[in-house]
């Protein structure tokens, strides 16, 4: 079936503008992860979705960062006033319903964005 | 500590060889654990779970030490496709959100 899909794949934007990326997550998945990865570097937890309740917000890095998810399906990561530092891959995953248990997650093949 | 530690590595190994990797967890709370492949420049992907009882797919078995609070992933026969980062993931009791290891990399040469 289909895979988790992201848009756009490539993002060059330039520094002070607000961006906007999308995941479409695998039909099912009621939740749904946004991860950031600079070159070279782990995965940053920034967001996390689950049905219909309050997302965890805790990993995103600032106030410029937001996301929401539309009718417990896609999700949208905005970024206002780009900076530099906001360069990276962003990754976005989803799973079944998320139980301190846990459950695999599947992966987009990300959105590269370039601040220049 | 850090709550979930690989080495980085890289491994360099010739085709055939055996390698193994183990990665460490702080919590003793954990309760699932995952073993991913990441590519260069490309997404995860799910490489197998971590069953108490151990795992096996092919030429990969994964096993975890809950005493030692560490998981470990051997390959068998390494093939030059094989070459990748390979993340671990640990779920803590009570969190939904996963934490990622930093990764080891895993070089297989001719």
């Known amino acids: 079936g289909a895979g988790v899909s992201q848009s756009p794949s490539n993002k060059v934007t330039e520094k002070g503008k607000d961006v906007e990326l999308r995941c479409d997550p695998i039909?099912?998945?009621?939740?749904l992860y946004w991860y950031r990865q600079s070159l070279g570097q782990g995965l940053e937890f920034l967001i996390y979705f689950q049905g219909n309740s309050a997302p965890d917000k805790s990993g995103l890095p600032s106030d410029r960062f937001s996301a929401e998810r539309t009718g417990g399906s896609v999700s949208t990561l905005t970024i206002q006033r780009t900076q530099q530092e906001d360069s990276a891959v962003y990754l976005c995953?989803?799973?079944?319903?998320?139980?301190?248990?846990?459950?695999?997650?599947?992966f987009g093949p990300g959105t590269r964005l370039t601040v220049t | 500590r850090k709550e979930v530690e690989q080495d980085p590595g890289p491994f360099n190994v010739p085709e055939g060889a055996t390698v193994a990797f183990n990665c460490t967890y702080s919590?003793?709370?954990?309760?699932?654990f995952f073993w991913y492949r990441q590519d260069c420049r490309k997404e995860p992907k799910l490489l197998m779970s971590?069953?108490?009882s151990g795992n096996e797919d092919g030429r990969f078995t994964a096993q975890l030490n809950r005493a030692s609070q560490y998981i470990s992933l051997l390959i068998r026969d390494s093939k030059l496709s094989d070459s990748a980062t390979y993340l671990c993931?640990?779920?803590?009791?009570?969190?939904?959100?996963?934490?990622f290891g930093r990764g080891t990399s895993l070089i297989v040469h001719p």
């Open positions: 039909s099912g998945h009621t939740a």
């Open positions: 971590v069953y108490s």
């Open positions: 995953a989803s799973s079944l319903a998320s139980t301190s248990g846990g459950y695999e997650q599947y």
């Open positions: 993931v640990v779920n803590s009791g009570g969190s939904y959100i996963p934490t």
């Open positions: 919590n003793s709370a954990s309760q699932s």
